[in-house]
């Protein structure tokens, strides 16, 4: 009888193991199904995905890991229009942005950054295109390669729509010189220069005399031409790296950092006034010329503020419509004189002006 229950007990408990390990393996079966089928859920997403997506892996063969493309979906390589498969990171990018890269890929894989975004510039084609970068490292398996999950987009147009807005905001819709905002910033810019250097700033007001009678007598087409051409005239009369802007219907300032003495302001007084004064031509005929101009020099070995500044360049240009139109008066703030130049660079007068 006891040999008959062991048997039976014996068989039960067989019964029973087969029935965990089938039920078991069952479950293993499914998740292994499970898994490959999230595993291909997820790859038709990385292959079908509009933004570019790769996969950086690092290759520490020399002293310095060098981050290669290890996977990338088709949108990433369409993006940069080439094969991308084993190339560097950093040599994906212009050649100005691979330090930048190179840098931000260190930071990331000692931990100093959880993840970066930025925007990278791109030569494709000989033309440089913007992408927005989005870096974060991927969760490491023991003994296996270091990984960075990459996401570019690329954001050419919506960078050169906000450049456009921008310059839209700090520029004059007519002759595309710089406005009213953007000369106060780079006359801030100069005279904080000044601070550290010593040097001396020089502003120059410049108002086309009689400019009215242009607009009233051959319209308003007319006045655009005349106010391009002088703007043209005005930008050529000084360096590269002063600043003419237009802040008002026809006043113009000219904004030159870094002069040395009221030798050269006197120079770029006569340059100024040698523009206004060659006559503007409309159909051949000369529809307008002259101008006043009212220039204002800033104290040598101290800062100047901006508003003294323009103020004394607003005065010595009332001063030169006092005298007749088409002339130039120069202020030197906190100097011993203020100078008449007529034409060129003959000094007719002189008087007094403090800072």
């Not at 970066?116 to 023991?142: C, D, N």
Request: charged share 20%; net charge negative.
């Amino acid at each position: 009888m006891l040999v008959v229950v062991a048997t039976t007990l014996l068989a039960l408990v067989a019964t029973g193991a087969a029935v965990v390990a089938w039920t078991v393996a069952v479950r293993r079966a499914h998740e292994a199904r499970q898994a490959v089928a999230t595993a291909t859920a997820y790859r038709a997403v990385f292959d079908h995905a509009l933004v570019g997506i790769a996969v950086l892996a690092a290759d520490d063969a020399g002293p310095a890991p060098v981050w290669r493309v290890e996977d990338a979906n088709p949108a990433f390589g369409h993006l940069l229009c080439r094969e991308v498969a084993g190339t560097a990171w950093p040599d994906l990018l212009a050649a100005a942005d691979a330090d930048d890269a190179a840098r931000t890929l260190a930071a990331l894989a000692d931990g100093r950054l959880s993840a970066w975004h930025g925007e990278h510039a791109v030569e494709i084609a000989g033309r440089t295109r913007s992408m927005h970068v989005s870096m974060a490292p991927l969760p490491t398996p023991a003994g296996g390669p270091r990984r960075l999950a990459v996401h570019v987009v690329d954001v050419t147009d919506r960078v050169s729509e906000q450049t456009r807005l921008r310059d839209l905001a700090l520029h004059d819709a007519l002759t595309g010189l710089p406005n009213r905002a953007l000369l106060a910033d780079r006359l801030d810019l100069a005279l904080a220069g000044t601070r550290r250097t010593g040097g001396r700033v020089l502003v120059a007001f410049c108002d086309l005399d009689d400019f009215k009678t242009v607009n009233d007598t051959s319209g308003h087409a007319a006045g655009d031409h005349v106010l391009v051409t002088v703007a043209h005239r005005l930008r050529e009369a000084v360096r590269p790296a002063d600043t003419v802007a237009r802040v008002g219907g026809d006043e113009f300032v000219v904004l030159c950092p870094d002069v040395p003495d009221e030798a050269v302001a006197h120079d770029i007084a006569g340059r100024l006034l040698a523009a206004l004064r060659t006559p503007v031509l409309l159909d051949g005929t000369a529809c307008h010329r002259g101008g006043s101009i009212g220039v204002a020099l800033s104290a040598a070995g101290r800062g100047t503020d901006a508003s003294a500044l323009l103020q004394a360049a607003d005065i010595a240009m009332y001063r030169a419509k006092r005298s007749g139109k088409s002339a130039a008066h120069l202020l030197i703030l906190a100097d011993d004189e203020d100078v008449f130049v007529d034409g060129v660079v003959d000094v007719r007068g002189a008087d007094r002006l403090s800072a």
